[in-house]
């Protein structure tokens, strides 16, 4: 009952969770020679789990007996526990004290491994589950989950990081495993418990190891309280719609066919104290609030307020998994409730993304930004927008939500400005998944112009770069009647950009991606061109890519290569879409086709040689004789036998 068999059985779950991680990257080489072909730790330790786990709990029943205040004493057990006799209740205290934790992580990992079945995954044998197995559950988990509480709550007790990392690691184990996450599913006040409870962690402790396995606490208790709710709407929708002809009372009992799911209810409010989704908020803000002091509304601000510090990767790692829960919380809500946690919620993602891409941030974190974007991209395809009640609340909170972003392109006395990268790609979400409503103002078009256009002109080879692909992606999702407003505000500068590179084609060594982007995004332009502008399209294009026909690969450098390459294949691909202006503008200017033609001849007798040399390297290599894998390193010349 040492501290050793528990210690042994973490590691070798760790070992083997690593073990499978790197099996992909093995070779069979390795698989035959290598020490991880011996017997695993965990195989070695897994025929003696059985008895292990009931030492485990006997051990913990023990430490919950023992950690009992001196009032009670009167409720232990008079012949002793598991592993105490009542004349050692002192000594008992002093060790239980220092291992149960591990103990407590040990078991948790095994009733996780285990589904809380008591039998192992590969057991297929039913019979080995006991038929109170829900009762013994119960049991089994409430005891796991009250001395752990009672630990990380405790007042009067610093609990040392290992002990306290073990602790969330084991309840980390108990919200991931399938009985008892659906437990706490259906039990709204431990669920805000256990997010209190990680609130208190993040207030208190320093360490982000400890905070991000807290968060994934928290991220596991939203999604299965998120699981449950999608239960409770399918079932109500049963009801609603029983499939059964049959004149029974639960048939035509319709008293719950109005039953508004989510937290707030129909009238929305969302309750301190009793509210998951509060609770969830808290301890999000706490987290943001820490990292990024001007974020929080209580603190009294004068201007910008810079991170207290530079941010670590965990620190990032942290704050992207903090973004993610707030982007679920609105779905835990009723219709009503959704619109009082949405603007919070928008506000901080929009806050923390111009926080952490600003132009004067020492360091900016793709992690953040990522999620950030992902949570945006969630929201603007959340379900709540088909709903007529809400809808309207909804698309006006976003259309704010993309005017503050929009206004961040500009820096303030009071708000740094966002980065230019950044600002396109979280424009760019909401133009491609909004409803209309949101993004077809036109003063939201405007500005949305305005900053495609001003990146553009940047002369910054990143930020020129993505404005073009950004730009090519929104003009092909809004079609023709919604994106008339981008390309005539934009096709004229991409033009302008084109033919200059026409007429001085040095430039591609130095800006190829750009120059590829472009000839896309002007490709992209001649399908959305009503048909009798279709011609004049591609009477700027086409002789725009002929120009960048090469007449000898020799002296071409590796960029007007590619850059010759992209062209004929467009080119090749323009004359079946659009035979009558392709031949129109071929008759028109003879020059353009005998380039083409010629073009296509030489590139054409380029693929030849290239195939001939090809072959004549495999005919070469396959006449050279093999060489030993195995070599001798004593020279065996000198034996004669």
């Excluded at 609105?330 to 929009?350: E, K």
Aim: charged content about 20%; hydrophobic content about 40%; overall charge negative.
């Amino acid at each position: 009952m040492g501290p050793g068999g528990q210690m042994v059985y973490i590691v070798a779950v760790e070992r083997d969770k690593e073990n499978e991680k790197g099996v992909n990257n093995k070779s069979k080489f390795d698989d035959e020679y290598s020490d991880n072909s011996r017997e695993s730790l965990l195989s070695l330790v897994k025929p003696e789990l059985p008895t292990l786990s009931q030492n485990w709990y006997g051990a913990l029943r023990d430490y919950g007996y023992l950690s009992l205040p001196s009032e009670y004493s009167s409720q232990l057990p008079s012949e002793g526990g598991t592993f105490y006799h009542p004349d050692t209740i002192e000594s008992a205290k002093q060790h239980y004290k220092q291992c149960w934790p591990s103990i407590l992580h040990a078991l948790t990992i095994w009733l996780k491994e285990t589904e809380f079945t008591n039998k192992d995954k590969d057991d297929g044998n039913e019979k080995n589950v006991p038929a109170n197995m829900n009762d013994v559950n119960k049991e089994r988990f409430f005891l796991l989950l009250g001395v752990t509480m009672e630990a990380l709550t405790n007042h009067t007790t610093i609990i040392p990081e290992l002990n306290f990392m073990s602790l969330l690691k084991g309840l980390h184990a108990m919200v991931v495993s399938d009985w008892p996450r659906k437990y706490i599913a259906e039990d709204p006040v431990l669920s805000v418990e256990i997010l209190t409870v990680m609130h208190r962690t993040f207030l208190t402790r320093e360490n982000l190891q400890l905070h991000l396995v807290a968060a994934d606490v928290v991220k596991q208790v939203i999604l299965s309280y998120t699981d449950f709710l999608d239960s409770q709407k399918i079932f109500y929708k049963e009801k609603e719609s029983p499939v059964s002809t049959e004149s029974s009372t639960e048939s035509m009992d319709t008293t719950d066919s109005n039953v508004t799911v989510g937290e707030g209810g129909e009238s929305g409010e969302i309750e301190q104290g009793k509210s998951l989704v509060f609770a969830a908020l808290e301890a999000c803000m706490c987290v943001i609030s820490k990292h990024i002091p001007v974020l929080n509304p209580s603190a009294p601000t004068t201007g910008f307020q810079a991170p207290a510090r530079r941010l670590s990767d965990e620190c990032c790692q942290l704050i992207a998994a903090v973004v993610s829960v707030l982007g679920d919380l609105p779905s835990l809500c009723s219709p009503a409730g959704s619109t009082n946690v949405l603007p919070t919620v928008l506000y901080l993602i929009t806050g923390v993304l111009r926080e952490m891409s600003s132009k004067s941030a020492e360091r900016k974190s793709p992690a953040v930004v990522t999620s950030c974007l992902c949570t945006l991209k969630s929201l603007c395809t959340s379900s709540f927008l088909s709903d007529d009640t809400i809808s309207g609340r909804w698309s006006q909170l976003l259309q704010s939500a993309l005017k503050t972003v929009l206004n961040s392109a500009n820096q303030t006395e009071e708000k740094p400005a966002m980065d230019d990268v950044t600002l396109l790609g979280t424009v760019t979400i909401f133009l491609l998944y909004a409803p209309p409503e949101i993004v077809d103002c036109m003063d939201i078009r405007n500005q949305c112009l305005d900053m495609f256009l001003n990146t553009w002109a940047s002369h910054i080879y990143e930020i020129q770069l993505k404005s073009i692909q950004m730009f090519t992606s929104v003009i092909q999702h809004l079609g023709k009647e919604r994106a008339g407003g981008f390309i005539k505000g934009f096709a004229p500068k991409l033009a302008e950009y084109l033919l200059r590179v026409k007429d001085n084609v040095a430039v591609v060594d130095d800006e190829l991606n750009i120059v590829i982007a472009s000839l896309g995004a002007f490709e992209s332009l001649v399908p959305l061109a009503d048909d009798d502008k279709k011609l004049t399209v591609l009477t700027i294009f086409i002789p725009i890519l002929v120009s960048f026909l090469l007449d000898d690969f020799d002296s071409a450098s590796t960029a007007r290569g590619t850059l010759h390459e992209d062209s004929l294949q467009r080119l090749m691909k323009i004359g079946p879409q659009y035979p009558t202006e392709f031949r129109t503008i071929m008759a028109g200017q003879s020059i353009l086709k005998s380039k083409l033609e010629s073009s296509i001849k030489l590139s054409q007798t380029a693929k030849k040689i290239a195939v001939s040399k090809s072959n004549s390297h495999d005919l070469k290599t396959t006449n050279v004789p093999i060489k030993p894998r195995i070599t001798l390193k004593t020279n065996f010349g000198n034996y004669t036998g």
